[in-house]
């Protein structure tokens, strides 16, 4: 059974940091890539990052570019999502994912991730 377990929310101020983890089981972690999505309040989910399986290579949404940063540590089997410059509008429940197959890179495409974790709260004070 997969499960992914998110962790590292808080409460932060304006241009604060906060490294969010996503801790994998029941699959090959080392064969799949990952993503980072967030809902915030009375919004869709929308796709925030994503990582290859072997971590070489990332991708952004616009709104995170530059101050986000997705990693993986396929030794423990975790991956992780650093914040930086935190905004109140990013402000969500942040979610990691996992496609349903391995090597496979769904990119931004919601509907091309099928494992998804709890989610962890981030908040973000002005």
């Known amino acids: 059974q997969v499960q992914l377990l998110e962790s590292g929310g808080g409460l932060v101020q304006t241009g604060g940091s906060l490294r969010l983890s996503c801790a994998a089981s029941?699959?090959?972690?080392?064969?799949?890539?990952m993503g980072w999505f967030r809902q915030a309040p009375g919004k869709e989910r929308t796709w925030v990052a994503s990582?290859?399986?072997?971590?070489?290579?990332?991708d952004y949404a616009d709104s995170v570019k530059g101050r986000f940063t997705i990693s993986r540590d396929n030794a423990k089997n975790t991956l992780y999502l650093h914040l930086d410059s935190l905004k109140p509008e990013d402000t969500a429940v942040y979610y990691c994912?996992?496609?349903?197959?391995?090597?496979?890179?769904?990119?931004?495409?919601?509907?091309?991730?099928?494992?998804w974790g709890q989610g962890t709260q981030v908040t973000v004070s002005s």
């Open positions: 994912a996992a496609p349903g197959k391995e090597y496979t890179y769904s990119f931004y495409r919601e509907d091309g991730f099928e494992y």
């Open positions: 990582i290859t399986w072997s971590g070489r290579n990332t």
């Open positions: 029941g699959l090959p972690f080392t064969n799949y890539a």
